[in-house]
C-alpha cells in the first residue's frame, strides 16, 4: 500500500509543475462532501469518485468516532493534553516551541537537513498519570518513532461528518494518536463514506475483526465489546454474542449476566476484570457462584489476590469471634469428620509414638472411642515431664 501512495505522490507532484504553465482545468464535480476542508486539513492524492479516495490529513484535525476499536485503550486526545501537552489548537505543527514534551530538532547533515524527535519517558510526563497506562504510552512512542524512521505503511480510514464539517476515523485510532504524539504533519488516509449506513453493532463486528489480526484484546476489552452489542440488542443469545466476539458460549453467558445483571454481582469482579486480574474460566465460575458473600470468600481465596486489592474501603472489616459467644478461646481442639478418617489418623499416631499404645492397652484403632482414648493418652504424653 505505501508503494501506491508513494507513486500518487509523484505522480501528484508532477501534474502540479505542469500546471504552472497551464491553464487551470475545470473543477471536478464531487458530491456534498466537497465542502470539507481539502485545502488545510488534507492533500488529495487520488479521487476515484464522489465518496472514496486517498489523502494525506492533518492528524489533529480528525476526529475519533464513538466507537473506539480498542476498547480496552485509556490513552485519548485528552490524555494526550493532560500528560504530554499536545497543542490540539496548534493543527498545522507551527508552533515547534510550544511546551509540548515531545521535541523535534533540525541536525544539519552531509545528506541534508535531518529531523530528530525525542520523547518524555513515562516518568517525566505531567500529572502522574495512572500507571495502567505505562504500557500504551510505551506502545505509542514506538509507533510514533517507526512512523517518523519509516514512514505510515498502512493508511487510516475515516469518512465524512458534514454537519460538523471533518473526517471522522473509522480504523486506524492509534495510528492517529501515535501521528499526534509524535508530531507528524500528515496521516495518510482512506476515505470511505459507504458504512454511515451500518449499525452500531455492525461497526462493532469490524472493530473485533481488525483488531483479530493485530493483536489480542483484554478480557476488559471483550466485555466492554460485549457492552457495546448488547446496548444495541439486549436480547441477542448468548450463542450469537459468542459467535460475534469470538469466545465461547459460557465465557459468552458470564459477559451477558454481568451486563443484565451488576447489582446481583460482586463489584470486585469487574474491578479486576479492568485491572487484567481473572481469566476468562475464573469470571466464568465466580459468577456460577449465586451470593455476592460467596463470590468476595471466592475472590479471596485466589492467589496473587490480596486481602488489600480486593477490599471494599467503605466497609468496615468483620473480625470473627474466636469462640462461643465471641469470647477468647481458652482451649485447642481438633475435629475430625468420619470413622475412616478417625481409624487412620489414630492408627498413624501410634506409629509415630508408640508410648500411646502402653498408655492405652490399644494397639489398634478400630473405633471412634479407640481414638478419643488415643487423644486423651496424647494430652497425658504431651503434658508429661517424662519423656521416656
Not at 499526534?180 to 462493532?204: M, Q
Not at 453467558?253 to 454481582?265: D, T
Not at 486489592?309 to 482451649?331: C, F, Q
Request: hydrophobic residues 35%; contains cysteine.
Amino acid at each position: 500500500m505505501s508503494d501506491i501512495f508513494f507513486g500518487m505522490e509523484e505522480r501528484l507532484s508532477k501534474s502540479t509543475q505542469k500546471e504552472t504553465s497551464k491553464p487551470k482545468s475545470k473543477p471536478l464535480v464531487r458530491s456534498s462532501t466537497e465542502n470539507l476542508n481539502f485545502g488545510n486539513i488534507s492533500k488529495e492524492l487520488n479521487f476515484n469518485n464522489s465518496e472514496e479516495g486517498y489523502f494525506k490529513v492533518r492528524p489533529k484535525a480528525l476526529v475519533a468516532s464513538t466507537h473506539n476499536p480498542r476498547p480496552d485503550w485509556d490513552i485519548d486526545d485528552s490524555w494526550l493534553v493532560s500528560h504530554v501537552a499536545v497543542d490540539f489548537d496548534d493543527i498545522f505543527e507551527s508552533n515547534m516551541a510550544s511546551k509540548c514534551l515531545v521535541k523535534i530538532t533540525e541536525l544539519e547533515t552531509d545528506s541534508g537537513v535531518k529531523e530528530e524527535i525525542s520523547f518524555p519517558t513515562f516518568d517525566d510526563l505531567l500529572g502522574n498519570p495512572d500507571e495502567s497506562t505505562r504500557a500504551q504510552y510505551e506502545f505509542l512512542v514506538d509507533l510514533a518513532k517507526s512512523i517518523h524512521q519509516k514512514g505510515q505503511i498502512q493508511p487510516i480510514e475515516v469518512e465524512s461528518d458534514l454537519e460538523s464539517q471533518t473526517l471522522t476515523v473509522v480504523e486506524g485510532h492509534l495510528r492517529r494518536l501515535a501521528c499526534i504524539l509524535g508530531r507528524v504533519p500528515y496521516i495518510k488516509a482512506i476515505r470511505n463514506e459507504g458504512l454511515k449506513h451500518l449499525s452500531k453493532e455492525s461497526k462493532i463486528e469490524r472493530q473485533i475483526a481488525e483488531n483479530s489480526v493485530r493483536k489480542n484484546v483484554s478480557i476488559w476489552g471483550v466485555y466492554n465489546l460485549a457492552v457495546g452489542i448488547l446496548d444495541s440488542n439486549q436480547k441477542l443469545s448468548v450463542r450469537d454474542l459468542g459467535q460475534k466476539l469470538n469466545i465461547s458460549k459460557n465465557f459468552a453467558a458470564a459477559l451477558k449476566k454481568l451486563y443484565l445483571e451488576p447489582s446481583s454481582q460482586s463489584s470486585r469482579i469487574l474491578q479486576l476484570m479492568k485491572e487484567n486480574k481473572l481469566s476468562s474460566k475464573s469470571i466464568i465460575h465466580v459468577l456460577s457462584i449465586k451470593s455476592i458473600k460467596s463470590q468476595d470468600e471466592w475472590l479471596n481465596k485466589q492467589p496473587g489476590l490480596t486481602i488489600s486489592e480486593l477490599s471494599d474501603t467503605s466497609i468496615e472489616p468483620k473480625v470473627k469471634p474466636r469462640g462461643k459467644d465471641g469470647r477468647k478461646k481458652s482451649v485447642a481442639t481438633i475435629k475430625i469428620k468420619n470413622k475412616d478418617n478417625c481409624v487412620k489418623a489414630g492408627n498413624k499416631l501410634l506409629t509415630i509414638i508408640p508410648k500411646l499404645s502402653e498408655l492405652t492397652d490399644i494397639s489398634n484403632v478400630e473405633t471412634v472411642e479407640d481414638m478419643i482414648a488415643i487423644f486423651d493418652a496424647l494430652e497425658k504424653y504431651l503434658l508429661s515431664d517424662k519423656h521416656n
